[in-house]
């Protein structure tokens, strides 16, 4: 697995002026690890019912980008909740949860790694996406697409045949893209664009917004690390006072 790019801190976009704006978040395994890719499941369902009670509602990608866009306006509170790798987990903890919570997510898979230990398998992509659930490329082996695009052949087989074989084995159109570990150069967005995504996520920190170029959009890292109140903070609804406190200390595991 490649190491994720260095990450700086969450900018919050303010209000001012016309900006369109939403928080993507960014999860990979939910479970026990003790990384800080890795969020536990108490904490995954902490912060789906933090959303739940404070009013976010999930919007899909075609929707996030016609906002963005200007062609549609947003619900109150949106939220888009992605995760990266098609791990088991997304599948048996992740996905019902967000169910339970009224929440819809956004599973970036490389194909590859499809049916393989740990990994999430075709049936199971297919009820997700049944339920609701949107499933996007994130290449073929999972590669550092950066060094990938010296070899041209190469780059384009990754961009192009995940995408290929997600439509082809899930039966939905594939518009949308993560790099890998946040990696990409200017060679990999004019690829990207020439397969024919639409858009594509980065590691880079920040909610994502109208100002930036739809193949470098960015997303806001949840932690393993992250109490309650430091998520809040993160998606835009700070908690202040003796709540905060209360949450301060938990919400950590």
């Not at 062609?71 to 987990?89: C, K, M, N, Q, W």
């Not at 041209?152 to 993560?178: F, H, I, K, M, N």
């Not at 690829?191 to 994502?208: E, I, S």
Request: aromatic share 10%; net charge neutral.
């Amino acid at each position: 697995m490649l190491p994720p790019a260095p990450v700086d801190p969450v900018k919050v976009p303010s209000s001012v002026g016309a900006e369109r704006k939403a928080p993507v978040l960014m999860y990979h395994e939910i479970g026990d690890g003790q990384n800080e890719l890795w969020v536990s499941e108490k904490n995954f369902e902490a912060q789906l019912a933090f959303l739940e009670e404070r009013g976010y509602h999930s919007v899909t990608l075609p929707q996030l980008q016609a906002a963005l866009e200007g062609r549609a306006e947003l619900p109150s509170h949106p939220i888009v909740l992605t995760f990266d790798d098609g791990y088991s987990s997304h599948y048996s903890t992740a996905y019902p949860l967000l169910r339970k919570h009224g929440f819809s997510g956004v599973f970036f898979v490389y194909t590859s790694g499809v049916g393989r230990p740990n990994s999430v398998t075709w049936d199971q992509l297919r009820e997700m996406q049944a339920a609701g659930m949107e499933i996007e490329s994130h290449t073929v082996h999972h590669v550092d697409l950066a060094v990938a695009s010296a070899h041209p052949d190469r780059l384009w087989r990754e961009l192009a045949d995940s995408r290929s074989t997600l439509q082809a084995e899930l039966g939905a159109p594939v518009e949308y893209l993560c790099y890998p570990a946040g990696r990409y150069n200017a060679k990999v967005l004019e690829a990207a664009r020439r397969v024919g995504y639409l858009a594509a996520f980065t590691t880079k920190p920040g909610w994502t917004t109208s100002a930036q170029d739809p193949l470098q959009w960015r997303r806001v890292r949840v932690n393993r690390s992250d109490t309650l109140t430091g998520f809040a903070a993160k998606v835009g609804a700070p908690i202040t006072g003796a709540v905060a406190e209360k949450a301060a200390g938990g919400g950590r595991s």
